[in-house]
């Protein structure tokens, strides 16, 4: 596993322990007192965190899975300048692409 997968794994999952460890224990019940105003920031807050970090497990996700779709479209550009038979471009999948790619250099 790759550090920075394990570092955002770790904060993730430290984020959900830290959220079901408090919840519990929060003062919510009153809606007028300070206590109750700083559970909800908080608990704001920490969603806000496992969010992000659910997010970024997601991207890291999409980055490993090869390349997206902007540089997809960047590289059938550069196909297309490369060898002008290989027009019918959405017919193939993207590693049959790579493969005659790297054939035709």
């Known amino acids: ?4 997968m394990f570092r955002i ?5 430290t984020g959900l322990l830290l959220v079901f460890y408090a919840v519990p224990r929060l003062p919510i019940e009153h809606l007028s007192t300070l ?4 559970s909800i920031i908080w608990l704001s807050f920490a969603l806000v965190v496992i969010g ?8 890291f996700a999409e980055k490993r899975r090869g390349l997206n779709q902007h540089a997809y ?7 297309k300048h490369v060898h002008p038979a290989v027009m019918p471009l959405r017919k193939y999948t993207r590693r049959q692409l ?8």
Do not use: D, P, V
């Not at 596993?1 to 920075?4: A, E, H, K, R, V």
């Not at 206590?35 to 700083?38: K, L, P, Q, R, Y």
């Open 1 to 4: 596993m790759n550090t920075g």
């Open 35 to 38: 206590a109750t105003g700083f």
């Open 52 to 59: 992000a970090n659910l997010h970024a497990l997601l991207l």
């Open 98 to 105: 790579a493969r005659h790619y790297n054939r035709l250099l």
């Open 73 to 79: 479209r960047i590289y059938e550009q550069q196909l």
């Open 9 to 13: 794994t770790l904060c993730f999952i």
